[in-house]
């Protein structure tokens, strides 16, 4: 973990952290943003899944409104029209997810929120698994919960921080999120900020 933290801790130096300081505040104005507009952010997590994330925030940002309002024909072939990989799979799920809307707003208004809002997402909304739940709360502005993909995992596999998993149960999940939670602490950073350090280190790109 040593090496790792030396080369995040340089980076803390850098230009990078500018930029990766400047997205976790556009995340924290979700907070005030309707559930609307949340709901959408919620849309892209869902599309997301085994998904580039570059060709989705583009397709994410054609749809807008058209997650509210389309119905699950006019979704997917919305989605088709944009070359989006998944549309019929993904506009069912985004159509099942509106039914909890309502729920959604309630849970993120609760004062006490710790990992029980993350637990009720998964259970309830198809499409979003720990990965996905975390994300999309990490873009609406809550800082801990880690998001676990094949890019972070790579990362930690090259430092030597654990062995690449052959599947990504919950418990390997919590046990991965453990070992970044440990990293962030010493880093002075939360688990949403770590992530985008990481993503950077793998990628050289800043994205969401």
Not at 102 to 113: A, I, R
Request: charged share 30%.
């Amino acid at each position: 973990m040593k090496d790792l933290i030396k080369t995040i801790n340089n980076m803390k130096k850098s230009e990078v952290a500018n930029i990766i300081n400047t997205r976790i505040k556009e995340f924290a104005t979700f907070k005030e943003e309707s559930i609307q507009i949340i709901f959408r952010e919620m849309c892209f997590c869902i599309m997301t899944a085994n998904c580039g994330a570059e060709k989705c925030i583009e397709i994410h940002n054609r749809m807008e409104d058209d997650f509210l309002i389309l119905d699950r024909i006019q979704l997917a072939e919305k989605f088709k029209d944009c070359g989006y990989r998944y549309p019929n799979i993904r506009s069912s799920y985004i159509i099942k997810a509106r039914d909890y809307i309502t729920d959604l707003e309630k849970m993120l208004n609760q004062s006490n929120q710790d990992d029980s809002l993350r637990e009720w997402i998964v259970k309830h909304i198809k499409g979003l698994g720990y990965k996905e739940a975390s994300h999309f709360l990490r873009n609406i502005g809550h800082k801990n919960y880690a998001i676990i993909d094949f890019h972070i995992i790579d990362v930690l596999v090259k430092f030597g921080l654990i062995e690449k998993p052959k599947t990504l149960t919950k418990k390997k999940y919590i046990e991965i999120e453990h070992i970044l939670r440990e990293m962030g602490e010493k880093l002075n950073l939360s688990l949403a900020e770590l992530d985008l350090y990481l993503w950077y280190l793998e990628t050289g790109k800043v994205l969401k």
